[in-house]
Structures are given as structure tokens and as C-alpha cells.
């Protein structure tokens, strides 16, 4: 669709900037402070051929006049609300809607391990912001509102404040939410016998909390309720990863392996404890007392950067052990400035140490001899890349098409031969590690109720390996924000240990667990190449080794097989 009519007025959809790709819809400035939501049709690539996608978008378009015309009045200024039509002709069928643009982070970045280790997190703006969202629960609800599919992907943090986006999926009046988000549906609104979470009673106000107890306990513990790897004695009992919401365990069981890069559930207050508990265990519901969140004081221990709201930080409260060191690793410490990064974001303006490219408009530009060189062209709004010391590699997505390109830094031409499996929903995070002759391209996708990490390795113009994986069993995948590349080889890191995946026959899969390396990684770790071996950047605590805190070491080891 290249036109639609918002206010009388047409708008050329080409020409505005992109701020969000969905599953149901795109998001667009257009430019005077209001953004334009526009749904995707059952004609659009991502959506043809699907029956179940068609059903859907037919019923959601049948409706949207008639349920944004009644939409509620008097709720909080948090929900973005419509404030106009926008039709795909002058009093043609409405095809989206206009809001207002705001400002924020998504929720979900405040449950990540990695970026919690590596930001500043202003920890009183983030119990505000929960309190503030508290608010706006309690009065949808008193509006007679039920928000549905709550999820940590549509709530915008800013600062002590949070807005509510997608407001068109609200529950109001006759028309029901059908959609959900397997990581914050109430399981007691599934079948319990499913293999995994689907919706099969409507969302009511009680699941409205069970997903704010679900946001609240992943910005504590950097980890979902239902994280963790379930290892039981008898196998046999061993509830599969998609399951758990479902029939159980929660982190707090004891055949639960707690991940190493979560924040320890010690350092959660014991109301709140004792309210998790309850919910995710004992299948409580309700508000989230609001008397907790007035108790909870949250603290950044100043020598291992986890946050927690207890007196003393649960993490150095006893000295830390020492790591073992087996005769398969020899683990030195180093200065963590001395590793040198191998990948950088390409934005408008070269990064510094990194090959001067960078980003004007539809080109991809370097620095030639005789001043700005055009590398080639892209999709502007739509295009991400990556540099490399030998290698530059990024996509674009537009339409329901998803192409990967490659470039040499050190001349023109780029190569965008490589078509990439389709990317259907919002992408949550992506990434690059950069070999000399091939790109790791990877993103982490949020489609529906299902959220999925994919990644493609791209080789002379071509993908040469696929791997995809549900985030709920993602195994290693969870640690590509921290992986390196080196000659045919990705080393990922991950709490079990470094892992070396190759591309191979058509796949991307594991070819060698380096599990003796466990007791010094971490998947919030930075593994980086050098001229010896791998290193690993702490992203936490430095490691105890017998030489003295190490926040990165130097790693040799003699690899066994381990799967």
C-alpha cells in the first residue's frame, strides 16, 4: 500500500521513516509527533498462503472500524490511544490508525541478563515505572478494560513511566483480544495437556496481573518464571522447556537448574518471594499488592553489579569460590581493554577503531582515497549492516522479503544476492559476527504468541546454514550477542560452557561443547578471538581465579567432545 487517507489528507506511505515491523502491522512517522500503524493485509507476502494468518488479518480488518470508533474513553494517558482513521481511500475501508508517537524502551530489555550487567539501570526509575504501570492496570480495569495480550514487548519504558502501545488489541465491550503471548498468558486460561501455551478461554482481569507478576519477576531476576533448565533424577519426569508455564516447575523448584547469568532469586525481598511463589506455584491471581512495590529498594552492589533489594548483596555475601582450573584449561587473566572488538554497528557516522563505513540515506559509503566512496545501495529505513576488519555483511526487510548483503570494507560493490528466510514478526534484537569470508547474521523474532531465534550464515553471496529455535529451548543461541567468529567457525558463549557451531549441509549446528571452559563462562559473557586462542570478557563479577580477580582471561584448553 503506498497511499492511504488520514484526516482528508493523503499520505505517501513511501516516504515516511519506518519506527516498527510486527507480525499484524508496520509502524511510521509521520513526522509532526504521531505515528501511523498500518495492518498488514491478507494480500502482503507475510501473510498470503497462510490460512491461519488470512483468518486472522480478514477478522481484525472486518472489525477495526467498529472497535476503534468505540474506543473507551477516560484511561490513563499511558494507553496510546488513536486519534484518527487512516483509511485506504477517501471513505474506503480503514486500514490503521494514528497515535501518538512516544518515547521508551520495550519492557523486555530490563529482563536481559546482558544488558543489565552492561547498563546503568536508574533502579529507582525502574521501581517507579513499575508502580506507574501498576496504576494503569488498576484502571483499565476500573474502565472496564482488560488488556489482553500484556506483554513485556508492548510497554514502553521511559524513565519512571511506561506507555502502553498496540491499544487496538484491548478487550473492551463485545470485542474479545485473541491474542496472546505464550511467555505471558495465564496458563490457567489453556489446556494444561497442550505441548505448549495457546489461548482457549478469553483474558480477564486476573490474567492482566498474572502477566504484570511475569514482567515484574524477569526485571528482578533477569530470567522468566519459568527459565532455567528442568533436570529431575528420573528423566522420565522431565517437563519439556514449551511446557512449563503450563504444568510446571517454576524456577523456584528444586530439579531446576537457576541460570548462572540470571540474578540470584536471594536477592529478591521476601514479600515479593513469597508472592511469586504464590502465583507462579500456587496459582494465586489477583493485583499485585501494591505495598510490596512501596517496600522494594533496589541496589546496584558496586563490586559485581547485580542488582537486588536485599540489605547486603546476596552474590558477595560469601566469597566467591574459586574457579577450578583442570589440567584442560590454562585460563590467564588479562585487561579486559586489550580485546579488541571484530564487529561493529554501522550507523551514520563510521564508528571509532572500526573501517571507516558508514550509512547516508540509500548508500553505503567508505573512505576512498580521494574522499567518500559509494560502497552500494540499500534500502534506507529498513537496512542494517555490520563492518568487519575484511568483511562487511547486514539486511534489509521490507514487504515480507528479507535479503542479506555483503561488502568488502576496502572497496565498492555489494553483494546482495543472499535471500534470507522470512522474517514475519517484530524482530526484539538481532546481531552480526564476522569472519573473513562469512557473516553469522542472527536475530531474535517475536511472531504472535511465539518468540524464536534464527540464525543464517552467509557465505559468497549465498546462505550457506539455517538454524531456528523456539527462546524457551534455545540451548545455545541465547549467548549470540556475545559470540566471535574465526575462519568457519562461530564460538558462542553460554552458561554450559564456549560452543562451536558450523555451517554445514544446509544447517547451523553445534559441532563441539568445550564444557570444561563452564566454570569461566557465562552467556552474558563477550568471547573474542585472538592471536592465541579465544578470551572471555566478563559481563559481571570478575572471576576468582588463584592469581586474583579476573574480569577477562585468556583461555587454552584441550577440547573434549561433550554432544
Not at 175 to 204: E, G, I, K, N, Q
Not at 246 to 266: C, K, M, N, Q, W
Amino acid at each position: 500500500m503506498t497511499t492511504v487517507v488520514v484526516d482528508g489528507a493523503r499520505v505517501d506511505v513511501a516516504r515516511l521513516a519506518v519506527l516498527g515491523q510486527g507480525g499484524e502491522a508496520d509502524v511510521y512517522d509521520l513526522g509532526d509527533g504521531r505515528a501511523l500503524k498500518l495492518y498488514k493485509r491478507v494480500d502482503h507476502p507475510d501473510v498470503a498462503g497462510d490460512p491461519a494468518r488470512e483468518a486472522a488479518v480478514a477478522a481484525r480488518l472486518a472489525e477495526v472500524e467498529a472497535k476503534l470508533g468505540a474506543f473507551p474513553r477516560g484511561l490513563p494517558a499511558a494507553f496510546v490511544a488513536p486519534t484518527a482513521l487512516a483509511r485506504a481511500g477517501r471513505g474506503r475501508a480503514v486500514v490503521g490508525y494514528v497515535m501518538p508517537k512516544v518515547a521508551g524502551a520495550p519492557m523486555f530489555t530490563l529482563g536481559e541478563p546482558k544488558h543489565r550487567r552492561g547498563a546503568a539501570v536508574d533502579l529507582a526509575a525502574l521501581v517507579a515505572a513499575f508502580v506507574d504501570l501498576h496504576a494503569s492496570v488498576t484502571a483499565a480495569h476500573a474502565a472496564g478494560v482488560v488488556i489482553g495480550d500484556f506483554n513485556d514487548g508492548n510497554v514502553l519504558v521511559d524513565g519512571p513511566r511506561c506507555h502502553l502501545i498496540d491499544a487496538d488489541s484491548l478487550q473492551y465491550g463485545p470485542w474479545r483480544c485473541a491474542m496472546f503471548t505464550d511467555r505471558y498468558v495465564d496458563p490457567r486460561l489453556c489446556d494444561r495437556s497442550a505441548s505448549a501455551p495457546a489461548l482457549t478461554a478469553p483474558h480477564d482481569r486476573a490474567s492482566d496481573w498474572f502477566a504484570y507478576a511475569v514482567m515484574l519477576f524477569r526485571a528482578l531476576a533477569w530470567v522468566g518464571p519459568f527459565g532455567g533448565v528442568h533436570q529431575p533424577a528420573d528423566a522420565a519426569a522431565r517437563v519439556a522447556p514449551a511446557a512449563r508455564p503450563l504444568r510446571g516447575p517454576s524456577v523456584f523448584g528444586p530439579d531446576v537448574i537457576y541460570p548462572r547469568s540470571a540474578a540470584p532469586l536471594a536477592g529478591l525481598p521476601d514479600g515479593l518471594t513469597r508472592y511469586f511463589r504464590q502465583v507462579f506455584d500456587g496459582g494465586g491471581r489477583g493485583p499485585c499488592p501494591r505495598g510490596l512495590l512501596d517496600e522494594l529498594t533496589l541496589t546496584r552492589c558496586p563490586r559485581c553489579a547485580l542488582d537486588h533489594g536485599r540489605g547486603r548483596c546476596p552474590t558477595c555475601l560469601h566469597a566467591a569460590p574459586l574457579v577450578a582450573i583442570t589440567r584442560a584449561i590454562s585460563a590467564r587473566a588479562i585487561d579486559p581493554h586489550t580485546l579488541a572488538r571484530a564487529t561493529w554497528p554501522i550507523t551514520t557516522a563510521a564508528e571509532p577503531g572500526a573501517p571507516a563505513v558508514w550509512r547516508a540515506g540509500a548508500a553505503l559509503m567508505r573512505a576512498g582515497a580521494h574522499g567518500p566512496e559509494v560502497i552500494g545501495q540499500i534500502v534506507p529505513g529498513v537496512s542494517h549492516a555490520w563492518v568487519g576488519a575484511q568483511l562487511g555483511a547486514g539486511y534489509w526487510r521490507a514487504g515480507g522479503f528479507a535479503v542479506a548483503f555483503t561488502f568488502a570494507p576496502g572497496r565498492r560493490g555489494l553483494d546482495d544476492r543472499a535471500r534470507l528466510p522470512a522474517l514475519r514478526g517484530r524482530v526484539v534484537d538481532h546481531g552480526c559476527a564476522l569472519a573473513d569470508d562469512r557473516a553469522w547474521l542472527w536475530w531474535r523474532e517475536a511472531d504472535g504468541a511465539r518468540e524464536r531465534y534464527l540464525i543464517a550464515c552467509v557465505r559468497a553471496g549465498a546462505v550457506v546454514g539455517v538454524a531456528e529455535a523456539p527462546v524457551a529451548d534455545a540451548d545455545w543461541m541465547p549467548g549470540l550477542a556475545g559470540a566471535c567468529a574465526a575462519g568457519p567457525y562461530l564460538f558462542v558463549p553460554t552458561d554450559a560452557g564456549v560452543v562451536r557451531v558450523e555451517a554445514e549441509a544446509g544447517e547451523v549446528r553445534v559441532t563441539r561443547r568445550f564444557v570444561d571452559t563452564a566454570p569461566l563462562c557465562a552467556v552474558t559473557d563477550d568471547l573474542f578471538v585472538t592471536r592465541d586462542g579465544l578470551a572471555i570478557r566478563k559481563a559481571g563479577a570478575p572471576l576468582s581465579l588463584p592469581t586474583g580477580p579476573a574480569p577477562a582471561v585468556a583461555l587454552t584448553f584441550t577440547a573434549r567432545t561433550a554432544g
